[in-house]
Nanobody
Framework: EVQLVESGGALVQAGGTLRLSCAAS????????LAWFRQAPGKEREGVAW????????NYADSVKGRFTISSDNAKRTVSLQMNNLKPEDTAVYYC??????????????????WGQGTQVTVSS
């Protein structure tokens, strides 16, 4: 059974930090691109960070570049998102996703085969 289980979401003040984690099981971790997407109320789901686990290549949305860092531990089958200098506009449900887009970044949600249940991040001003 494929599972992606996120953790680490919380309420934090603007300027604060959070670290999200995603534990993966049930598929060949090294063959997939892992990504973090987020969805705010009334908005479409958008990708924020990507990592190709095979070679560690990463990509970021412009809105988070320089503030967020994605990393993976292939031995533990986990992917993390370190979020610094958080802003109120970062408030959203954050989802971990696994897929095999042809190239980084794979911005389309249709490019991902597996999704976690999401974890809430709320940034207060």
């Amino acid at each position: 059974e494929v599972q992606l289980v996120e953790s680490g979401g919380a309420l934090v003040q603007a300027g604060g930090t959070l670290r999200l984690s995603c534990a993966a099981s049930g598929f060949s971790f090294d063959d997939y691109t892992l990504a973090w997407f987020r969805q705010a109320p009334g908005k479409e789901r958008e990708g924020v960070a990507w990592i190709r686990t095979r070679d560690g290549s990463t990509n970021y949305a412009d809105s988070v570049k320089g503030r967020f860092t994605i990393s993976s531990d292939n031995a533990k089958r986990t992917v993390s998102l370190q979020m610094n200098n958080l802003k109120p506009e970062d408030t959203a449900v954050y989802y971990c996703a696994a897929g095999r887009p042809l190239r980084l970044p794979g911005r389309g949600t249709h490019e991902y085969d597996y999704w976690g249940q999401g974890t809430q991040v709320t940034v207060s001003s």
